[in-house]
C-alpha cells in the first residue's frame, strides 16, 4: 500500500480462555485518517495498546514507520504535578529543544489558565486535554488515540476533530479509537472491530 506508516497482519491476542482478538489485518498510510469503532468490550484498547507496543501479541506482527504517539484511554499523569511540569518532563523523555507545539496545543485546546494547576485539581476534560498534548506535541508521524475526546465539552470535541483533520492534511497517520458510529463520517476509513476481527465500513459519499 502507498507510504504505509503502520502494517498490521494477523494479530492475535487472548486472555487466558477468551480470545479477544482472532485475527487483525490493517494498513495506515500517511496522509490517512482512520478510525476503530466497535461495541464495547469488542477489543478495541487490546488492540491499540498492541499497536503502541505496550502489550504484546500471542501472533502476527505491527510493522511501524516513523515516530509514535499514544493517547491512552486511562491518562497517565502525576496527581502532584501541574500542567507545565508534565510539558517540562515530557520535553525531556522526547528530547525536544522546545516547548513551542506544546504550548500551541495547550491554546488550542484552551486550558491555557490552568498551567499552574496541579493535575489533581483539574476536570476529567482537563486532564484528557493535557494526555492528548502529551501525545502530540513531539509531533508524531504515526497517532494512536483511544477515545481521546472523552470528557469534552462539545465545542472542544469539534476543535480535536479539526485538529486531527489538519496532523491528516500535514501528512501524519491517524487511527482514532471509538464507540461512537457517528464519528464515522469525520474519518477517511473506518473499520468496525467485531467477533475479535476488524473489517472496513462502507463510508456513504454526499
Ligand atoms: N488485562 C486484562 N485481563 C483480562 N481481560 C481483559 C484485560 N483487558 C481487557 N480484558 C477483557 O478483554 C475484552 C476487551 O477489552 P478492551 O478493553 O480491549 O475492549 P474495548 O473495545 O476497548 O472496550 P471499551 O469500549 O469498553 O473500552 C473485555 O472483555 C475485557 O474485559
Not at 499552574?116 to 492528548?132: D, I
Not at 486531527?164 to 487511527?175: I, N, V
Amino acid at each position: 500500500m502507498r507510504n504505509a506508516t503502520l502494517s498490521v497482519a494477523d494479530v492475535q491476542k487472548a486472555y487466558g480462555s477468551r480470545q479477544v482478538l482472532e485475527r487483525v489485518d490493517f494498513t495506515l498510510s500517511a496522509g490517512e485518517l482512520a478510525g476503530i469503532v466497535g461495541e464495547n468490550g469488542a477489543g478495541k484498547s487490546t488492540l491499540l495498546r498492541i499497536l503502541a507496543g505496550e502489550l504484546k501479541p500471542d501472533h502476527g506482527w505491527v510493522i511501524q514507520r516513523g515516530l509514535l504517539g499514544y493517547c491512552p484511554q486511562q491518562t497517565v499523569l502525576n496527581d502532584a504535578l501541574t500542567v507545565q511540569q508534565h510539558l517540562r518532563y515530557f520535553q525531556q523523555a522526547y528530547q525536544l529543544p522546545e516547548l513551542t507545539r506544546a504550548e500551541e496545543l495547550v491554546e488550542r485546546l484552551g486550558y491555557g489558565q490552568y498551567r499552574k494547576t496541579r493535575v489533581r485539581a483539574l476536570s476529567g476534560g482537563t486532564r484528557q486535554k493535557l494526555n492528548l498534548t502529551i501525545a502530540l506535541m513531539h509531533d508524531p508521524a504515526i497517532v494512536l488515540l483511544d477515545e481521546p475526546y472523552q470528557g469534552f465539552d462539545w465545542e472542544t470535541y469539534l476543535h480535536f476533530w479539526e485538529l486531527a483533520a489538519e496532523l491528516r492534511d500535514q501528512g501524519r497517520s491517524l487511527l482514532v479509537i471509538s464507540h461512537l458510529s457517528h464519528d464515522i463520517e469525520r474519518l477517511d476509513t473506518a473499520y468496525r472491530l467485531a467477533g475479535g476481527v476488524v473489517k472496513p465500513m462502507v463510508l456513504e459519499t454526499t
